[in-house]
């Protein structure tokens, strides 16, 4: 199957809030942060995945990581590959997430994303409500590239 990945629109904002509640994920900030969300579209043009970042100057908290159960590891890459790229054009130098799947550390790694400790987050981190909330929460694993 092929993928193709593209940045979303003013006009998709309203699909993009269903996608993510569809996925119990907050669609908190998506009306102004339409254009640093990035769509993950099948042969069908179906919506299969979509991956968000969150710009706190040149620190951007990736968010709202979706992909459907039968979407393949490249077209994971393919979202990621295209949410680096928007982060180089938007001069977003600095990449932080939180993962509580244990399970998803190695493929990070891969990505070129390193563990680190909540002590040695970007100050940024807290300019965010999002990045407020995940510093509170418990079994959290922050990474950055």
């Known amino acids: 199957m092929g993928y193709e990945s593209r940045l979303a629109t003013k006009d998709e904002v309203g699909f993009l809030k269903i996608f993510l509640q569809n996925a119990g994920l907050s669609t908190e900030g998506v009306d102004q942060l339409f254009e640093y969300f990035i769509l993950l579209e099948n042969d069908q043009k179906e919506w299969v995945g979509c991956l968000g970042i969150e710009p706190l100057g040149t620190v951007g908290l990736m968010r709202s990581f979706v ?58 981190l807290s300019q965010s409500a999002h990045g407020k909330q995940l510093l509170q929460t418990q079994n959290v694993t922050f990474m950055q590239r």
């Open 67 to 124: 992909v459907m159960p039968n979407v393949e590891e490249e077209g994971i890459f393919l979202l990621f590959e295209k949410m680096l790229q928007l982060a180089q054009e938007k001069n977003v130098r600095q990449i932080l997430l939180a993962t509580n799947r244990m399970s998803s550390i190695p493929f990070l790694s891969a990505l070129g994303f390193t563990a680190v400790d909540k002590a040695d987050l970007p100050s940024e």
